[in-house]
């Protein structure tokens, strides 16, 4: 079965600084990935996914992620943070077909600070 | 993508009581999933529901404790039955359009507390 690890639970960083949010994955085929954004009190938003092709992702928001099957990463990166960037974060993973249901890790606080 | 109807947006209930979250989907979808977000916490699969069959139910999850209905393929519903305070968690419902190309979309979610 598959399994998504966020190592981080909080990342502090100052306005205008570039952010990194870690996250790994486990599975024994081939996976669907995806970040997702949790503002405070608020859905779920898809940021992006990779499914297939190019490992560099673009989203929304300024947001990139790349896949690294090597590593089995999928790291989420923002050149400059917002202080709207601030909320939590989620990686997930499906491994497609018939039973794609997603699992998600454990989610990484983003404070972003002044 | 597809737009979800979740009802109620919150609620809170007495213990031993029971509650039923509705989720509307504005076009037909395969697959729809029931999750719970404790408070601080991630999401956790509850249950998969396809319209036609019972629904699949993860470890630590039982139809006695989350019924779920899937009457057709825009519509579902979650029971948490028999309440009791650790129940309280925000309990969201997702849609898969038959592929991944279409990402995951969820429901803005019910946010229950037990009193």
């Known amino acids: 079965a598959q399994s998504v690890t966020q190592l981080d639970s909080q990342v502090p960083v100052f306005e205008e600084a570039p952010v990194e949010l870690r996250c790994n994955y486990s599975?024994?085929?081939?996976?669907?990935l995806f970040w997702y954004v949790q503002y405070p009190n608020q859905g779920l938003q898809l940021l992006l996914k990779?499914?297939?092709?190019?490992?560099l992702v673009k989203g929304i928001n300024g947001f990139e992620a790349e896949f690294n099957k090597s590593q089995t990463s999928f790291h989420l990166r923002k050149p400059s943070v917002h202080i709207s960037d601030t909320a939590e974060y989620f990686c997930?993973?499906?491994?497609?077909?018939?039973?794609?249901?997603?699992?998600f890790g454990t989610g990484t606080l983003l404070a972003v600070q002044p | 993508s597809a737009v979800i109807s979740q009802k109620p947006s919150r609620d809170i209930c007495q213990r031993g009581t029971s509650l039923t979250i509705q989720c509307q989907v504005d076009?037909?979808?395969?697959?729809m999933f029931w999750y719970r977000q404790q408070p601080g916490q991630s999401l956790t699969l509850i249950a998969t529901?396809?319209?036609?069959?019972?629904?699949?139910?993860e470890s630590g999850f039982v139809i006695d404790k989350f019924p779920i209905s899937r009457p057709n393929l825009t519509f579902s519903t979650l029971t948490v039955s028999n309440m009791s305070p650790e129940d309280s968690s925000i309990y969201l419902c997702?849609?898969?359009?038959?592929?991944?190309?279409?990402?995951?979309?969820f429901g803005s979610g019910t946010r229950l507390t037990v009193v």
């Open positions: 599975s024994s085929v081939s996976v669907y």
């Open positions: 997930a993973v499906s491994k497609g077909g018939a039973t794609n249901k997603l699992i």
């Open positions: 529901a396809n319209q036609g069959s019972e629904a699949t139910y």
């Open positions: 990779y499914l297939s092709g190019s490992t």
């Open positions: 997702s849609v898969e359009r038959g592929s991944p190309n279409y990402g995951y979309t």
């Open positions: 076009s037909q979808v395969t697959m």
